[in-house]
């Protein structure tokens, strides 16, 4: 799917690849690797395809791409299913614990004891 929309943006089927294989988080090594050919050879085509998609950088390659990867989908419906708890833990999980998003993982830190004032969660004092 992701492919078939590259092509239409005018990518070649190989840059379509490289697109595709780096917005599933692969490293210029790892696709390198995986396409039988050099990391200089990646770089060539990841630089054509920046130029073709009018962006910048990787991040801006794999925003792009996102919508048309096919777990997206699969992720909102995982994240939209209730999840049972028991009614009297919900409120105290919910106290203890706040999620970051930090990319594609989260960071979690525990608030115990530290209600009301400057909350110190992790090194990075956020």
């Known amino acids: 799917?992701?492919?078939?929309?590259l092509i239409q943006k005018g990518l070649s089927n190989r840059e379509a690849e490289v697109a595709e294989l780096v917005s599933k988080g692969l490293s210029n090594k790892e696709v390198a690797n995986q396409l039988f050919v050099t990391?200089?050879?990646?770089?060539?085509h990841l630089t054509n395809i920046y130029k073709?998609?009018?962006?910048k950088s990787r991040a801006?390659?794999?925003v792009w791409c996102l919508p048309h990867l096919g777990f997206i989908e699969s992720e909102a419906r995982v994240e939209a299913a209730p999840v049972e708890t028991a009614p009297s833990a919900a409120p105290q999980a919910a106290a203890l614990t706040q999620t970051i998003p930090?990319?594609?993982a989260t960071v979690s830190g525990s608030i115990m004891g530290n209600r009301g004032g400057n909350s110190d969660i992790g090194a990075m004092g956020i």
Not at 1 to 5: A, F, T
Not at 52 to 55: G, S, T, Y
């Open 39 to 44: 990391e200089k050879t990646v770089k060539f």
């Open 1 to 5: 799917m992701l492919r078939d929309v």
């Open 52 to 55: 073709k998609m009018n962006v």
């Open 102 to 104: 930090a990319g594609s």
């Open 60 to 62: 801006q390659l794999i």
